[in-house]
């Protein structure tokens, strides 16, 4: 994980216990860059009475207490004594989830309007374009997170478009309220780099004459851009090789004097080593290959993803899901043994050819293997709005077939196993104690078209109760437009 | 005259691809929705002959030697709506050789020859892929509405019956389309006055005696074509700004064209003047953000609202691989205020009304073609399914090329897992 120079405050200090340090490729060069300035709201201690709990962990609880006390759970279980001050929300009925995570929005990037002057999801001007982070372009006054909020959703991974081969960094931000994306910038969470398998990049380049315009060509620009970063990659170990002769030498007084050179008769051991001029491109990927920045395909076909596990097994990479895989079924048990998760719509199907096999089991088939990892996504801003909805209709169809999920493992597909494939699964996408208070109190059995949700937490805040409209998070954008009628 | 009798004859015939012959039948026990002056019926039956609804009530007689269904409580619907879905139109959006909903031009609107006769039902094809998928689900007729394209006028649409004929056209459901608002503009030269500006201008060539000069933006078909919309045509403007669909409704009422708003974001800001005009509006009643300036006013209120105002809505997504979704659509209106029965009537008696079929389609009702669809659960509920449907009498078979996709694969899944 690539830890970002967090503010020295408590949040900053408490983030360390959780996240595993790793130097990234160019530490010690500067501070990490754009850190995020978002801060744990104090708040009182809550405590929920009487739910009924999808703990997210593929347990349900009826009739549970839970407590929330400086933005974590603090504990779950029955008859809890409320601590002074708290706030008691009565949910007897009502249930409870861990707020939902989104592992492919283009919320901000892609934003509502859809304007020219807000069309910022796609540098398609090179089909690499590694150098690029998705959070240098999201617009936080996108009307799209209130309406992702109002649906549960309290964590989002934004990614870059899908035109490029290597399209660039995604980022995992919090769905708060903020005029700057570093505001809702997901403190300790690792990068993801956007890759996309198939027909975007082929069309997108081909149509303009230029490589890669056939899935070979995507798999030659894949192999020559990982290439090219073991090569930055060796540059950099090799500085910091020299570097740390060069320090020890310095260290030693008795070898002061004397001049060498080293094998390659290159650089004079007495002069500090020149680093390597900085590529973004191939920091994004070096960085990859170290295992600190995560890696989201955007692959449809099971025979690509075959491919493109290979393509990981040949650089020495990870990935951490594959996101649209519409055909993720045709090789469900792969993907389990290979640990790689499986984002997926409810039933899209059909717009391209990559598409055409898509069939409304596919999340209940692939989470059926042992170890499998199947999450529902949206990537699109209505879909963030019913995320529980794509669940419920694939749990129908499994029930069909055989395959009964139950609510409490069907849950999953929206909080634990998304934060596993983020990497944030000690910190959110479960109710449990230690864990971040992100959850979601609905007015019904979450997997029904009726429930909604009643009041959204983030570490411990109400960030929407749906008795309270106004005072729900509003876009600048919105502001003094007649998009509220008097109440119903 | 050979070819001629050929095709009259074949016309006659009904020719289906994927469905049974039509058997009569009752279904007992039912929770019947009939979306009709009776309203719903518990433990009902429903009796079928030939094709048609010929009974609706409680312990039906019904001729010896008939088939039953046994419904156990569970609900009967009206076959579905699949909205302005361009079912057997298309099978591959990225693939332009499988589209044929929409006519390109290729030029500025000025400088076309406009197409009202353009009639995208023309392109129907039943063997589609996308058929099976959406009947298996329910959805048993469709509203063919080609898309505008680059043009102001898309053409002409008409309604068909999912049941695998290829003479699938409903008859009176013909429409034409006309795409307003900022998209048009686009094509129109940049300004949505032009848009008026322009359709003024093929209205006046419409409704002229004798050739036209030049710069005319209709032939002699389109003339004709035009004209019989100027005489009470239903015409779907898909606009969505407040003040486009005032406009538009005012501008077809001045021309003799009976409208119908299909998209209407904002047309609750509007009801009330909607409803006095007994305008009806095909909505999508998820669309909540304001994706463009013309959809500032969207807001998962807008179904409760129009209803509550006394306008008839109808509901479409406007996707055809998942028509199917129809049935999403309406609950979540209903978690959005609009009352169960008027989401229901939404995807069925309403489309029905608004397209001309009232008589044949949209309701249980005696009389009434036999599509049919009966549910596990809650129709409206995302977690229920079909458990058959219906359509004009034929049981569907519940297969497409998504189950065989399923079924070729589940076993292999079953067979590995180690526990």
Same mark, same amino acid.
């Given at each position: 994980m690539v830890i970002r120079s967090? !503010?020295?405050t408590a949040l900053g200090l408490r983030l360390a216990l959780f996240v595993s340090a790793a130097l990234s490729?160019?530490?010690?060069?500067? /501070?990490?860059?754009?850190?995020s300035t978002y801060q744990v709201p104090a708040n009182a201690p809550v405590l929920i009475q009487g739910a009924i709990l999808l703990?997210? /962990? =593929?347990a349900r609880i009826d009739g549970t207490d839970i407590l929330i006390q400086d933005g974590r759970i603090k504990a779950v279980g029955p008859a809890l004594q409320a601590p002074a001050g708290a706030r008691i929300v009565a949910a007897h009925g009502r249930w409870v989830t861990p707020g939902l995570i989104d592992i492919h929005s283009h919320l901000g990037v892609y934003?509502?309007?859809?304007?020219k002057g807000l069309?910022? =999801?796609?540098?398609?001007?090179?089909?690499?374009?590694?150098?690029?982070?998705a959070e240098h372009s999201i617009?936080? *006054?996108?009307p799209g997170f209130e309406t992702a909020l109002e649906g549960g959703v309290t964590t989002l991974q934004i990614l870059p478009g899908s035109a490029n081969l290597i399209g660039g960094r995604s980022v995992v931000v919090k769905n708060v309220a903020a005029v700057t994306y570093q505001a809702m910038k997901f403190p300790g969470a690792a990068y993801g780099v956007k890759m996309a398998c198939g027909e975007n990049p082929k069309r997108v380049y081909g149509d303009n004459h *230029?490589? !890669?315009?056939?899935r070979m060509g995507n798999v030659a620009g894949y192999r020559q851009a990982f290439a090219d970063a073991q090569d930055y990659q060796q540059q950099w170990d090799k500085y910091r090789h020299d570097l740390a002769e060069y320090n020890k030498k310095k260290a030693?007084?008795? @070898?002061? =004097?004397k001049k060498a050179k080293d094998k390659d008769g @290159?650089?004079?051991?007495?002069q500090p080593p020149t680093p390597p001029k900085r590529d973004l491109k191939l920091e994004t990927l070096a960085e990859v290959l170290q295992g600190n920045i995560r890696v989201h395909i955007h692959c449809y076909r099971s025979d690509e993803m075959a491919t493109m596990l290979d393509v990981a097994d040949e650089f020495g990479f990870k990935i951490a899901a594959f996101h649209?895989?519409?055909?993720a079924y045709k090789i469900a048990d792969r993907l389990a043994q290979r640990g790689v998760c499986a984002a997926m719509w409810a039933d899209w199907w059909g717009f391209k050819m990559e598409a055409?096999?898509?069939? *409304?089991e596919n999340l209940p088939m692939v989470d059926y293997p042992e170890h499998s990892c199947a999450v529902v996504h949206s990537d699109s801003e209505d879909g963030i709005q019913r995320l529980n909805q794509e669940a419920a209709k694939a749990m129908a169809h499994g029930a069909r077939i055989g395959l009964t999920v139950p609510p409490e493992r069907a849950i999953r597909w929206l909080t634990l196993n998304p934060a596993k494939s983020l990497g944030l699964d000690a910190r959110i996408g479960t109710v449990e104690?230690?864990? /971040?208070?992100d959850l979601v109190i609905w007015? =019904?059995?979450?997997?029904?078209?009726?429930?909604?949700?009643q009041q959204v937490f983030i570490d411990g805040a109400v960030v929407f109760d749906r008795d309270h409209p106004a005072d729900k998070p509003r876009s600048d954008?919105?502001?003094?437009? !007649?998009?509220e009628g008097a109440p119903l | 005259m050979k070819p001629l009798l050929l095709i009259c004859a074949l016309a006659g015939a009904v020719f289906t691809a994927g469905a049974v012959a039509a058997q009569d039948f009752v279904i007992r026990g039912a929770t019947v929705h009939?979306?009709?002056?009776?309203g719903t019926l518990k433990n009902a039956d429903v009796l079928v002959h030939g094709g048609l609804i010929a009974a609706v009530g409680t312990a039906l007689a019904a001729p010896a030697g008939t088939a039953v269904v046994e419904a156990k409580g569970r609900a009967l619907t009206p076959g579905l709506f699949g909205g302005l879905a361009n079912l057997g139109l298309?099978?591959? +959006?990225?693939?332009?050789?499988?589209?044929? +909903?929409t006519l390109n031009q290729k030029a500025p609107a000025w400088q076309q020859q406009w197409?009202?006769?353009? $009639?995208?039902?023309?392109?129907?094809?039943?063997?589609?892929?996308?058929v099976p998928v959406a009947r298996i689900e329910g959805v048993t007729w469709t509203m063919l509405a080609p898309s505008s394209g680059d043009s102001i006028i898309g053409g002409q649409g008409a309604a068909v019956t999912l049941?695998?004929?290829?003479?699938a056209t409903l008859r009176g459901s013909g429409s034409l389309f006309v795409s307003m608002g900022s998209a048009g503009a686009q094509s129109a030269g940049?300004?949505?006055a032009a848009e008026y500006m322009l359709l003024e201008q093929a209205i006046r060539e419409a409704r002229a005696q004798g050739p036209i000069g030049e710069?005319?933006?209709?032939?002699a078909a389109g003339r004709e074509a035009l004209a019989r919309y100027l005489a009470g045509g239903r015409v779907l403007f898909q606009v969505d700004r407040a003040a486009d669909i005032l406009a538009v409704v005012s501008f077809a009422r001045r021309n003799g064209m009976k409208p119908v708003i299909a998209g209407? +974001?904002?047309?609750w800001v509007v009801a009330k003047e909607l409803a006095r005009a007994e305008v009806p509006v095909i909505l999508d009643?998820?669309? $909540?953000?304001?994706?463009d300036f013309d959809h500032l006013?969207?807001?998962?209120d807008n179904a409760a609202r129009l209803h509550r105002a006394g306008v008839r809505i109808a509901f479409s997504s406007g996707d055809s691989h998942n028509a199917r979704l129809v049935r999403q659509l309406a609950g979540n209106a209903v978690a959005h205020g609009l009352p169960w029965e008027a989401a229901l009537a939404a995807i069925t008696a309403a489309p029905a009304d608004i397209f001309g079929l009232s008589a044949a389609r949209?309701?249980?009702?005696?009389?009434?073609?036999? $599509?049919l669809v009966l549910w596990?659960? $809650?129709?409206?509920?995302?977690t229920t399914l079909a458990d058959q449907v219906w359509i004009s009498g034929r049981p569907i078979e519940l297969r497409s090329r998504q189950t065989e996709l399923r079924d070729r694969y589940i076993d292999k899944i079953k067979a590995n897992r180690a526990y």
């Open positions: 967090s !503010p020295r490729i160019t530490a010690g060069l500067a /501070a990490e860059p754009f850190p703990t997210g /962990a =593929g934003a509502s309007p859809g304007m069309d910022d =999801g796609n540098e398609a001007t090179n089909p690499n374009t590694a150098n690029v982070w617009w936080p *006054q996108d *230029q490589a !890669p315009s056939t030693d007084p008795a @070898g002061a =004097g @290159g650089a004079d051991k007495d649209h895989a519409v055909e055409f096999d898509g069939i *409304q104690a230690g864990k /971040a208070a007015n =019904g059995n979450p997997f029904s078209v009726y429930a909604l949700a954008f919105l502001l003094g437009l !007649p998009n | 009939t979306v009709a002056a009776q298309e099978e591959v +959006s990225e693939e332009a050789v499988t589209l044929d +909903s197409r009202p006769e353009f $009639d995208a039902s023309l392109a129907f094809n039943p063997r589609s892929t996308l049941d695998g004929r290829y003479d940049g300004t949505r710069g005319a933006l209709l032939h209407g +974001s904002e047309a009643p998820l669309k $909540d953000l304001p994706s006013g969207a807001t998962l949209g309701r249980i009702a005696a009389g009434q073609a036999a $599509d596990s659960a $809650d129709p409206l509920e995302v």
